[in-house]
Structure formats: structure tokens, C-alpha cells
């Protein structure tokens, strides 16, 4: 689903190329103009912007792209909440405060406005230093609320480091992103001073140059400067360095147009673990290099001498081919460090080549050593610096394929070069053949499978870039594997790729899902970007999910634990997406496969519900269709193994299996090994009859939970898991008894349960775990 915030950014002389500004888009390119002040009961929509008198700044709704300011950023006190629909959003002023709102409802308001009863009468202007304020109609000097106190990782000329004597609070620069968070903060006992901190490493005092700011109220803030009316700068936070940039424009050359650094902090490499960013090691001479095998990941950049974006691998790793086996991924030794890289983690491994194997057996594993002891890095090294005399520390840093390393420096010599050259001939003519006849082939089958909407017909080639090859697996099902991927733009946008498996069921499957998953839209249902087809294969590309699936954080021992609070809004968020499925789409949805494995969460582990492979639409007038036996063992209603037809209620059924499995933290597959019932759900039953719910919570949760929604889940799940389907409740009637709209009694233990109960008094199952 693409996400929406309101957001101030540069006029459009300030659009091209550069990472660090938001770019154009499609939904700009049509806004509307709204002047540059917002009063009560004249808000803006979702396709307006303010623009400031001086026409620098623009101020709207956006999806994800680089921006100056953002209203409902991440904080330790409030999660973001997005838009997800921009013709009913809209930023309006409420008793004086500015408020973001969806369909009537308020997503994020301004904090500063004035108490007591009788609010101000205020309005919302963009200011032409790009300060968005909410100040007193009658008093246009009386501001209630501003943009400048709250800067983000960005601070424009005009705003303020430190203490702020009008509102008593200390503003600092923050960067929140996973796993590299800083901040920067005034330091009063010196001219100009400055401490920023990175990521929990110990604090750097710096020094802003003379000119850049301007020290008030005896050096406890810091206000930035505006070279001139001319000239476009902004501070900015990342990584562990502090830059100060500014808009170049070479009428010489288009291409040489955009941001560059006038004064950075850290300036040597030395001075930040993060200088140098990912595979860099710091020389003497205070510049950066990339380790052997690898190449910068912006040369640009690095030529201009910022080097925080790193390097990245010159050649693939043989573990990320699909299908093979045997990796053969050669180690490069990297000797005369000046101390180890960030982030090792200890390995029981006994000798080098133990250690190294360990390594080898992982592919997120990036280097070894064993060194009185084993130790392992993930993902990437930073902090590396290459000393000036002993001692020395090495590391064995994984690099490419040995076989491609060797194909590397092997064709060389000129018998090989015309051979080479006679083959490639004749493969072009043979190749632009059969592109030619597969061109015509995927052009009918693309006109074949064109489908209305917003969704995007992806190449086969911008797939295959995006996921590398498909070398990064995230699971594989009955229906096909997933890949993770990124998109190219403004900001590089993370996918999901499900490749659908199987010939026979191909072209069906992928119509059901296009078709069905192409017009579904809701916040609590993983949103459908588009899709591609290439011959036999089927792809569909997905918004990608930060946090997996809900089954790795319920059943892994080496994930967080998940509160009850967290547990309770899941459970929550899967019955509004079914109930979306069931009862608020225009023809009847039936999932068929609902399990924690199909329960993906973002990045604020809100419910998003996958796999429509499964579903089967029914029009309003049926309430049976489905007579084969699809779904997961474990999960299915009765009515899936008596041969009866399928309804809407072994959804519901599924539904509370999940339930219960988030409030044990088990698999209610697995027979228990204490009490009188060896199956979960009638020993759930029973406990419920018996109003003893508490010993049905997750042990690991201590009993923290809130025992009213404990025992309102607890009541529901088992009325939804009666034998006889009329007996279980809607799921838009879950919906409303989870909210606390409606209540309900005791459920009855279902019959089935009756003949478990005998059974099990007759000693019919043993003691299993």
C-alpha cells in the first residue's frame, strides 16, 4: 500500500537527480495550488499543496521520497500513522492545532495549541524559509506551533539547534534508521559547539565553522545561516556525518547539477566508524578505500570525497544462485588493521577451518576470524582502518565466486579473444532470432493478461535487476517461491516477488490473484504493485513486509517477544482484513488458507494478510462453492474433512486457530504435555467453560496482559471454532466483539469435543510432546 504524510519540499529548480531532495512524481505533477495559508474549515486535499509567497517551497501529501520535513516522522513517543487514501485526506486547522485527516478521522495533530476552553482562532501559513506555522489570527507574531522545532535530520537556514526560551524545549537533529540512528545537539560550554552521537558509540564533540551559525542565549542555541537570498543550503544528519549542502547548478552541463557537501563533520575517517560506510577501510592519508572484491557503491561520491555510502561486492556470491548447492566463495585476506570491525559475534567453533566453514554455512555471513576464538560478522563490516605499524588485526572477508574469479583474470590472451569474438557473432544472430520470436510471443501474452487499474506491468529484466538474480529467498509455499527485491528511484522501494510454481495450475492461479488482488485495497491486505509475465513464468510483485510473517515471531526462540497489546492489535487487524474479504468487497472473498505463516507484518508489526492464491471469489448470491480440500492441516473447519460445502465460516474457523496460537504463543497442533486434554483448542474450551483464561496465556508473557481482552478472545475463539458453521459467528461479528461493541456469553464445548473428551478418559492418546 502506498503511504502518504504531509511534507514541505523544495520548488522545482531543486528537483534534479539529487538523492537528498524529494523528486517529482506523478502525484505532484497533477496537485493543485492552495495559496500558502490554511484557516479553520478550509483545509487542503490530498492533491493540493501550499506553496510559500516566494515560491521555493512546496508543502503536501507524498509516498515515500526524500523530503526536508516530514509532519508524523517515527519518535519515541508516537508511531506514524500514513494515509493510505489521498482523496479523503486532507491537513486542517483545529482549534489550533494543524491535523492531518482520513475519512473525518485525525491521524496526527500538532502539539502547542493553546489550553483552556476557548482556544485561539489560528491558521496554518508556509513561511518563505520553509517553517510551516500555526500562529494566532488576531496576533500573527503568536506562534503556536512550528516546523523549525522539529528538524528531523534535516535543518534549513532560519531554525534552531538547543534551547528554545519561547517554548522551555531543546531541539537536536535526529536520524532514525535501522541499525545507524544519531543525533546532534547543542554544546553550550563551547563557541559554536556542537556533540553528535552515533548509534550508540561514544559522543564527538565538533565545532561549526564561523559564519554558519549564529550562537544565541549565551551559546545555549545555535541558529543557521542563509549565505545570501541566492544560494540553497540545508544541514544534514546521516550516518554518523554531519554535512552542510548546498544546490549547485553548472550551466555547463546538466549533469553536474545537483547537491554538493561545502563542509562535512567528521572530516576524517578516523573520527566515525560509519565514515568510511560498509566494505571501506580508512587510509593514512585520511581517504577511504574498498576492499579487494569490491567497488563503490557511488563513484560520484566517492570522487567528491564522501565515501559514507560504501562499496558493494564487484562480483555476486555463488550462495545466492538459485539451486545451488556447493558454495564455492573464495575468503580474502585483509591483514594490517588497525583493530577489529563493528558488530562480531562470537561462534562455538573450535579451529580456523571450523570457523570458517560456519561462515561458509551462512550467506548473510560476511567475514571470520578466528582469533582466541571464533568470530563471525553479518551482513556488513564497518569501522575498518588500516594501521600505520603493529600490532595488526586481519579478517577473512568473503568475496565472489572462486570459478568466476578465475574466469576473471583468465581471458586474457589473444587465441582465446578471437574465439571468443567468432562465438559472439554467431550467438547474436541466433539470439536476435529468438528474441524476435519471443518478443511476439510475450507481446500476445501480455495483451492477454492486461488488467484494469493501478497495477504495473513489470519486465521481466527490471525484475530479475531488482532481486539480484533472485538470490535473496525469503520462503517458498505450495504455490511458488517469494524473493525480496528493490526497485530503482528517488528512494530505492523494497518488493516482494512470488514466482507461482506448477504448469498446470499457472495461468489460472495467476489470473485468480491478478484479478482478485488487483482491486483489493485495504489497509489490513498486502497491497498488489503489478505484475510480469515472460513466457511460462507468472510473477507477482508485492509491498514488501519488514517483519515477515507472524509464525517467526510466535514459535522462533531468537525473536522479540511480542506483548499482549501487540498480540491483541494483530488479532485484531486479521479480522478486519477478512471481515474487508468477506463482507466489504464487491463480490465474496474466501481465503481458504489463513495461518500465521500468511500473516505478514510491517514495519509497526500492523497485520497485513497474504496469499490470494487460495482465494476463490463467489458472487453475493451463493454461500457455497468450493468442494476441494485446499488449506493447511491443522487449520481446517470440519466441514473441509466431512466433504461438506465451503462457506465464508471456515475462514472463521482458520481464524480462531491463529487466535489461540497468539494467545499460547503455541502451535495448536502439537499435543500438550500437562493437563487432562492433549489438544489445545478443547483444552482451551474447557478452560473457558470453566472461567479460568489466565493459564491459557503465553507463560513467557508472565501474565502481563489485560485480562478483560484476554477473556473476550478467549470467549470468541471458542465460539468460533462450534462444529456446526451456523453457530460460528460472522467475522464482521468478531470484529465488533474485539472492538467491545458487543458482548458475548459462555460458549458451549462443541460435540466433537465430547467424543475427544471420551477418548481421551479411555487413554487413547499418550503422553507426546
Not at 517469494?482 to 530503482?488: A, D, E, K, L, Q
Request: hydrophobic share 35%; charged share 20%; aromatic share 10%.
Amino acid at each position: 500500500m502506498k503511504r502518504a504524510f504531509p511534507l514541505s519540499r523544495p520548488r522545482e529548480r531543486a528537483l534534479p537527480t539529487s538523492p537528498l531532495v524529494l523528486l517529482g512524481c506523478a502525484f505532484f505533477a497533477v496537485a493543485a495550488f492552495a495559496g500558502d495559508s490554511i484557516v479553520p474549515g478550509d483545509g487542503i486535499s490530498g492533491n493540493e499543496i501550499l506553496v510559500s509567497k516566494n515560491v521555493e517551497f512546496e508543502l503536501g501529501f507524498f509516498f515515500t521520497s526524500p523530503r526536508f520535513w516530514v509532519a508524523n516522522r517515527r519518535s519515541t513517543k508516537s508511531k506514524p500513522t500514513p494515509v493510505t487514501d489521498l482523496s479523503a485526506s486532507a491537513l486542517e486547522v483545529f482549534s489550533g492545532s494543524l491535523c492531518t485527516t482520513e475519512a473525518g478521522a485525525q491521524l496526527w495533530c500538532s502539539s502547542g495549541a493553546a489550553a483552556g476552553p476557548s482556544p485561539p482562532a489560528a491558521a496554518t501559513v508556509l513561511l518563505d524559509n520553509d517553517n510551516l506555522v500555526v500562529r494566532d489570527q488576531a496576533n500573527s507574531s503568536r506562534i503556536l506551533w512550528q516546523s523549525f522545532d522539529y528538524p528531523g535530520d534535516s535543518l534549513l537556514p532560519g531554525a534552531r539547534l538547543g534551547f528554545d526560551s519561547d517554548t522551555g524545549s531543546n531541539i537536536s537533529m535526529t536520524y532514525e534508521h535501522y541499525p545507524h540512528n544519531g543525533s546532534i545537539s547543542v554544546d553550550p560550554s563551547r563557541r559554536n559547539g556542537f556533540v553528535l552521537t552515533t548509534d550508540g558509540l561514544d559522543d564527538i564533540p565538533g565545532t561549526f565553522p564561523d559564519g554558519m551559525v549564529t550562537s544565541q542565549d549565551n551559546g545555549s542555541s545555535l541558529v543557521l545561516n542563509r549565505p545570501s537570498p541566492n544560494v540553497i543550503e540545508f544541514l544534514q544528519l546521516h550516518l554518523g556525518q554531519v554535512r552542510l549542502m548546498r544546490w549547485s547548478e553548472d550551466s555547463a552541463s546538466a549533469n553536474r547539477s545537483g547537491w554538493v557537501a561545502r563542509w562535512t563533520f567528521p572530516s576524517g575517517c578516523k573520527s566515525s566508524g560509519f565514515f568510511c560506510g560498509s566494505f571501506g577501510a580508512c587510509t593514512g592519508n585520511g581517504r577511504c578505500e574498498c576492499l579487494d572484491g569490491f567497488e563503490p557503491s557511488y563513484p560520484a561520491e566517492w570522487g567528491l570525497g564522501y565515501f559514507v555510502t560504501g562499496c558493494s561486492r564487484s562480483l555476486p556470491l555463488s550462495c545466492e544462485a538459485i539451486g545451488q548447492t556447493e558454495h564455492d566463495d573464495s575468503f580474502i585476506l585483509i591483514d594490517k588493521l588497525q583493530g577489529l570491525p563493528y558488530g562480531r559475534q562470537g561462534d562455538p567453533a573450535e579451529s580456523d577451518e571450523d570457523c570458517k566453514q560456519a561462515c561458509v554455512s551462512n550467506c548473510y555471513c560476511v567475514a571470520y576470524v578466528f582469533d582466541y576464538g571464533c568470530k563471525l560478522w553479518y551482513d556488513k563490516l564497518y569501522n575498518m582502518s588500516f594501521a600505520s605499524g603493529p600490532p595488526y588485526s586481519k579478517v577473512y572477508v568473503r568475496g565472489g565466486s572462486n570459478s568466476k574469479l578465475r574466469a576473471k583474470k583468465g581471458l586474457h590472451t589473444r587465441a582465446i579473444l578471437l574465439l571468443v569474438a567468432g562465438f559472439i557473432a554467431l550467438a547474436s544472430v541466433i539470439l536476435t532470432l529468438a528474441l524476435l520470436w519471443r518478443y511476439r510471443r510475450d507481446l500476445f501474452t501480455c495483451r492477454k493478461f492486461q488488467v484494469e487499474g493501478s497495477l504495473v506491468l513489470y519486465s521481466y529484466g527490471q525484475i530479475k535487476k531488482a532481486t539480484r538474480n533472485f538470490s535473496d529467498k525469503l520462503g517458498e509455499g505450495g504455490f511458488g517461491s517469494v524473493f525480496r527485491g528493490t526497485m530503482p528511484g528517488p528512494e530505492s522501494t523494497v518488493i516482494a516477488v512470488k514466482s507461482l510454481k506448477g504448469l498446470g495450475h499457472a495461468d489460472k492461479q495467476f489470473r485468480a490473484e491478478v484479478q482478485t488482488a488487483g482491486v483489493i485495497k485495504h489497509t489490513n491486505l498486502v497491497f498488489l504493485l503489478g505484475f510480469c509475465v515472460k513466457g511460462d513464468m507468472r510473477l507477482l510483485v508485492y509491498e514488501y513486509m519488514p517483519n515477515g510473517s507472524l509464525d517467526s515471531h510466535l514459535f522462533s526462540e531468537r525473536s522479540s517477544l511480542l506483548s499482549w497489546d501487540v498480540r491483541y492489535r494483530i488479532a485484531l487487524g486479521i479480522a478486519k482484513g477478512l471481515a474487508y474479504l468477506h463482507e466489504g468487497c464487491e463480490d465474496c472473498i474466501i481465503h481458504c488458507d489463513i495461518k500465521p505463516e500468511n500473516i505478514l507484518l510491517d514495519e509497526e508489526f500492523c497485520v497485513k494478510i497474504s496469499d490470494f492464491g487460495m482465494a476463490k471469489l463467489l458472487g453475493r448470491e451463493f454461500n457455497s462453492a468450493l468442494t476441494t480440500v485446499r488449506g493447511t492441516i491443522g487449520y481446517l473447519a470440519p466441514e473441509w474433512i466431512s466433504g461438506q460445502p465451503i462457506t465464508k465460516k471456515a475462514d472463521v474457523y482458520s481464524f480462531v486457530i491463529v487466535l489461540l496460537e497468539l494467545v499460547s504463543g503455541r502451535r495448536t497442533t502439537k499435543r500438550l504435555t500437562f493437563g487432562n486434554h492433549r489438544y489445545f483448542p478443547l483444552y482451551a474450551a474447557a478452560q473457558v467453560n470453566e472461567g479460568n483464561v489466565m493459564c491459557l496465556l503465553d507463560s513467557r508473557l508472565e501474565g502481563n496482559a489485560n485480562v478483560k481482552e484476554l477473556d473476550i478472545t478467549c470467549r470468541v475463539a471458542c465460539w468460533c471454532i462450534q462444529d456446526d458453521k451456523n453457530d460460528r459467528p460472522s467475522i464482521g461479528q468478531v470484529v465488533r466483539v474485539l472492538e467491545g461493541i458487543v458482548d458475548t456469553e459462555t460458549p458451549p464445548i462443541p460435540p466433537s469435543f465430547h467424543n475427544l473428551l471420551e477418548g481421551e478418559s479411555s487413554g487413547i492418546y499418550s503422553d507426546e510432546g
